[in-house]
């Protein structure tokens, strides 16, 4: 099991940028497959991105590709979500979550990911 902490969160004007940061504790870190999810009130949970084992591969949900980036320093335990050219839709909390598995079919879905963070608010404001 890994533990996993984000920051970075906060209030935004449309057009701006933020970055997200995600710790994760032991030093199994490499072995996970890891994800960024949102969720705004009244919404799934929904995927946003996820990076492999070895950072070689990354995926994107279709609403934010182009304009967020997720990357993994797998010294430092740490995965992060540079989020660029924010629209007010982005607003939600943001979490960062651990998964053992590199299946490309089940990696975009949240149950797939046994561990989470405890999310970090992203406020866009128009």
């Known amino acids: 099991q890994v533990q996993l902490a984000e920051s970075g969160g906060g209030l935004v004007q449309a057009g701006g940028s933020l970055r997200l940061s995600c710790a994760a504790s032991?030093?199994?870190?490499?072995?996970?497959?890891m994800g960024w999810f949102r969720q705004s009130p009244g919404e799934e949970r929904e995927f946003v991105a996820a990076i492999r084992r070895n950072g070689g591969y990354t995926y994107y949900a279709d609403s934010v590709k182009g304009r967020f980036t997720i990357a993994r320093d797998n010294a430092k335990n740490t995965v992060s979500l540079q989020m660029d050219t924010l629209k007010p839709e982005d607003t939600a909390v943001y979490y960062c979550?651990?998964?053992?598995?590199?299946?490309?079919?089940?990696?975009?879905?949240?149950?797939?990911?046994?561990?989470w963070g405890q999310g970090t608010q992203v406020t866009v404001s128009s």
């Open positions: 032991g030093r199994t870190f490499s072995r996970y497959t």
């Open positions: 979550a651990a998964t053992s598995t590199e299946i490309l079919s089940t990696i975009r879905s949240a149950g797939a990911y046994p561990n």
